[in-house]
T-cell receptor, first 113, second 110 residues
Framework: DAGITQSPRHKVTETGTPVTLRCHQT?????MYWYRQDPGHGLRLIHY???????DKGEVSDGYSVSRSKTEDFLLTLESATSSQTSVYFC????????????FGPGTRLTVL | RKEVEQDPGPFNVPEGATVAFNCTYS??????FFWYRQDCRKEPKLLMS???SGNEDGRFTAQLNRASQYISLLIRDSKLSDSATYLC???????????FGGGTRVLVKP
């Protein structure tokens, strides 16, 4: 299995609070992604990174920001959590030059009350 | 219209039977196609890539029809362990992002 971890694995928070999710990889892959998965919508891309300090928006980026200061870490921040951001968040990594495959982390289940 | 569409199922399949399902995509610029498998409350994992000529991996066969813009997955001799959600995934020619379908749930029963 690809070396990719996410923390925390579960979090319950209140509306209006900031939340940061962490994705850590040990594969030295260039690309990292944040998705959310909701019933009826499948996996939707929030933000992605193609290198240290290089990030771009996905299809559902509103309300989220990301940072990548090191190859191995990709942080997703909800500046002010809302109930609509209750979801399962998956991080993924890939080495796109070598393969189209994305390897996913175990997911973070976030509940915003 | 969603870029990648799948029948959500569930497809209830007797053990040992064959099941097949499709996925349609709307963007004709799509270049690469994949099936991912996702077990309940787990992360998605690549099952197989889909090639223009069709390809087989054990009991799994994937087909691509570019003219009609759909891909298919067939599972032969279904096992209980095949119970999962199968995600159709498409990559455009430009860029390095994948677009996921909502998934087709398959339940294999004894």
């Amino acid at each position: 299995d690809a070396g990719i971890t996410q923390s925390p694995r579960h979090k319950v928070t209140e509306t209006g609070t900031p939340v940061t999710l962490r994705c850590h990889q040990t594969e030295n892959h260039r690309y990292m992604y944040w998705y959310r998965q909701d019933p009826g919508h499948g996996l939707r891309l929030i933000h992605y990174s193609y290198g240290v300090k290089d990030t771009d928006k996905g299809e559902v980026s509103d309300g989220y920001s990301v940072s990548r200061s090191k190859t191995e870490d990709f942080l997703l921040t909800l500046e002010s959590a809302t109930s609509s951001q209750t979801s399962v968040y998956f991080c993924a990594i890939s080495d796109m030059e070598a393969s189209n495959e994305q390897f996913f982390g175990p997911g973070t289940r976030l509940t915003v009350l | 219209r969603k870029e990648v569409e799948q029948d959500p199922g569930p497809f209830n399949v007797p053990e040992g039977a064959t099941v097949a399902f499709n996925c349609t995509y709307s963007n004709s610029a799509s270049q690469s196609f994949f099936w991912y498998r996702q077990d309940c409350r787990k992360e998605p994992k690549l099952l197989m890539s889909v090639y223009s000529s069709g390809n087989e991996d054990g009991r799994f066969t994937a087909q691509l029809n570019r003219a009609s813009q759909y891909i298919s997955l067939l599972i032969r001799d279904s096992k209980l362990s095949d119970s999962a959600t199968y995600l159709c995934v498409v990559k455009r020619a430009a860029g390095n992002k994948l677009t996921f379908g909502g998934g087709t749930r398959v339940l294999v029963k004894p």
